[in-house]
T-cell receptor
Framework: QKEVEQDPGPLSVPEGAIVSLNCTYS??????FMWYRQYSRKGPELLMY??SSGNKEDGRFTAQVDKSSKYISLFIRDSQPSDSATYLC?????????????WGAGTKLIIKP | EAQVTQNPRYLITVTGKKLTVTCSQN?????MSWYRQDPGLGLRQIYY???????DKGDVPEGYKVSRKEKRNFPLILESPSPNQTSLYFC?????????????????FGAGSRLTVL
């Protein structure tokens, strides 16, 4: 079993829909949870991060962590074609050590105009 | 512009022919890392470096070498490439230590190098 599971998709939704992207994990010691966005032919870039449980909102994006269920989510409201990308979750025990990042496989998201 | 630059972006080579993928960052970052990305497997770390002359193995180091002689450069060397090293490679860098709780230790990635070994 992988430490982090993420449905690879592709997930195809119409423009304007609410998108939910998810990851499950097995290590209850993870404290920091990140979402990276990767456009085609580009490297990943950090979209959002959260520490421990709870929600964090940034514009149309909301990151949610449920540590009791070992489940994290990224919600995108009013989705746009420009949101079409692969979304990777990543998590770690502490933010001092990037070498300890554990990555999901990524979910490919397609927003249809 | 702050960035991580990788070269070449695309390369087709043959089994056994040594190659080097260069990586350079202009942000004075201490930490640098190489990943490979394969469908269904996500990002897997090959090697990382905490600072000059300090390197360590990641999850999939077999068949690769690295060096960190200067802070800005972190080349990835494939001494004798094999077809199972066909992949998309990413170099990334970050500050080594985050002080306080104000922000994530953000990794900055290069644009990727697509390598095909025949």
């Amino acid at each position: 079993q992988k430490e982090v599971e993420q449905d690879p998709g592709p997930l195809s939704v119409p423009e304007g829909a609410i998108v939910s992207l998810n990851c499950t994990y097995s290590n209850s010691a993870f404290q920091y949870f990140m979402w990276y966005r990767q456009y085609s032919r580009k490297g990943p870039e950090l979209l959002m991060y959260t520490y421990s449980s709870g929600n964090k909102e940034d514009g149309r994006f909301t990151a949610q962590v449920d540590k009791s269920s070992k489940y994290i989510s990224l919600f995108i409201r009013d989705s746009q074609p420009s949101d079409s990308a692969t979304y990777l979750c990543a998590m770690t025990l502490n933010m001092d050590s990037n070498y300890q990042l554990i990555w999901g496989a990524g979910t490919k998201l397609i927003i249809k105009p | 512009e702050a960035q991580v630059t990788q070269n070449p972006r695309y390369l087709i080579t043959v089994t056994g022919k040594k190659l080097t993928v260069t990586c350079s960052q202009n942000m004075n970052h201490e930490y640098m890392s190489w990943y490979r990305q394969d469908p269904g497997l996500g990002l897997r770390q090959i090697y990382y470096s905490m600072n000059v002359e300090v390197t360590d193995k990641g999850d999939v180091p077999e068949g690769y070498k690295v060096s960190r002689k200067e802070k800005r450069n972190f080349p990835l060397i494939l001494e004798s490439p094999s077809p199972n090293q066909t992949s998309l490679y990413f170099c990334a860098s970050s500050l080594s230590i985050v002080t306080g709780s104000s922000g994530a230790n953000v990794l900055t990635f290069g644009a990727g190098s697509r390598l095909t070994v025949l």
